[in-house]
């Protein structure tokens, strides 16, 4: 045996994954079906719950990607502003 048993992981919750019960196994690996909290299934190994590998079924990644491209695009913004308000100094004529 490489490693040691797992056990029964139904009820746990690993990152927004919650375990519903065994899946089939991928190979000699076992697997576990887990809800994920977006309400998608997903069959994931043992293993890569216990080490934290996997944390999501895939939505947890496109949400940081998300807020990655939008803190980007913010900084992107900002470098072609202008520095000052160079219309704040001109008058406007009010009459037109």
Aim: glycine share 10%; charged share 25%.
């Amino acid at each position: 045996m490489r490693g040691k048993p797992i056990g029964d992981l139904t009820g746990q919750v690993f990152g927004r994954l919650t375990v519903i019960g065994p899946a089939p196994k991928k190979g000699n690996a076992a697997t576990w079906l887990c809800r994920c909290a977006c309400k998608q299934s997903v069959a994931v190994q043992a293993t890569k719950l216990a080490n934290g590998k996997q944390k999501s079924c895939g939505c947890l990644n496109a949400e940081l990607r998300a807020r990655r491209v939008a803190a980007f695009r913010t900084s992107q913004r900002r470098r072609f502003l202008p520095r000052d308000n160079f219309a704040s100094g001109i008058d406007w004529d009010e009459s037109l």
